[in-house]
């Protein structure tokens, strides 16, 4: 298993303003994700975070709105930038060792913008 | 990409009782989850499942990939078994679908 820490737990942001979330692992993992999960609603995968790289991102978000860092193998941060009421979401940091394979969730970052 | 249907939406239990929740799916796969996301909003991971017969606890799951559905069965179900639960399922490209989840409720 796979031990995940996001930071902050929640937050309530001004419209306009950024926010970072940061998602740490307890042991290196292969890959790790972002989602977005909107009020009653399902999951929906933001983006891959690449090692080194820049991040792969899924059809309908692009980097300038969600830049994407991960250093290393156990760290990854989400920034949401110029944000809107329409991102008010929780959003959740995930891992998996080899694909496919067991996928770990961290316990989410609950944002409301006002 | 694949496409998830999860059956039922909704599920309203008395405490003890059995259910079954139903995931389809569009397509063969090579990955298949089960998670259950619990009110504070974590996702705890049942089962990984791409095919045949897992059982913990009062939680059992069967895949059939050639007929692309798994079956999610809760016994004697507890108040703590409320949430909802997801089904998850990847391709070749390993990255997986959620469906839309099936809510649960447990009352005492």
């Known amino acids: 298993s796979a031990v995940i820490s996001q930071k902050p737990s929640r937050d309530i942001c001004q419209r306009g303003t950024s926010l970072t979330i940061q998602c740490q692992v307890d042991?290196?993992?292969?890959?790790m994700f972002w989602y977005r999960q909107q009020p009653g609603q399902s999951l929906t995968l933001i983006a891959t975070?690449?090692?080194?790289?820049?991040?792969?991102?899924e059809s309908g978000f692009v980097i300038d709105k969600f830049p994407i860092s991960r250093p290393n193998l156990t760290f990854s941060t989400l920034t949401v930038s110029n944000m809107s009421p329409e991102d008010s979401s929780i959003y959740l940091c995930?891992?998996?060792?080899?694909?496919?394979?067991?996928?770990?969730f961290g316990p989410g970052t609950r944002l409301t913008v006002l | 990409g694949i496409q998830v249907e999860q059956s039922p939406p909704d599920l309203i239990l008395q405490e003890g009782a059995n259910s079954t929740l139903r995931c389809n799916f569009s397509?063969?796969?090579?990955?298949l989850q089960w998670f259950h996301q619990n009110p504070w909003g974590q996702l705890i991971n049942l089962f990984y499942?791409?095919?045949g017969t897992k059982q913990n606890g009062r939680l059992s799951a069967t895949t059939v990939a050639t007929e692309r559905y798994s079956l999610l069965y809760i016994s004697s179900s507890q108040t703590t078994d409320s949430g909802v639960y997801f089904c998850?399922?990847?391709?070749?490209?390993?990255?997986?679908?959620f469906g839309r989840g099936t809510s649960l409720i447990v009352h005492p």
């Open positions: 995930s891992v998996a060792r080899v694909g496919p394979d067991t996928q770990y």
């Open positions: 042991s290196q993992v292969t890959m």
């Open positions: 975070a690449n090692q080194g790289s820049e991040a792969t991102y």
């Open positions: 397509d063969s796969v090579n990955n």
């Open positions: 499942i791409p095919s």
């Open positions: 998850a399922v990847g391709g070749g490209s390993y990255i997986p679908t």
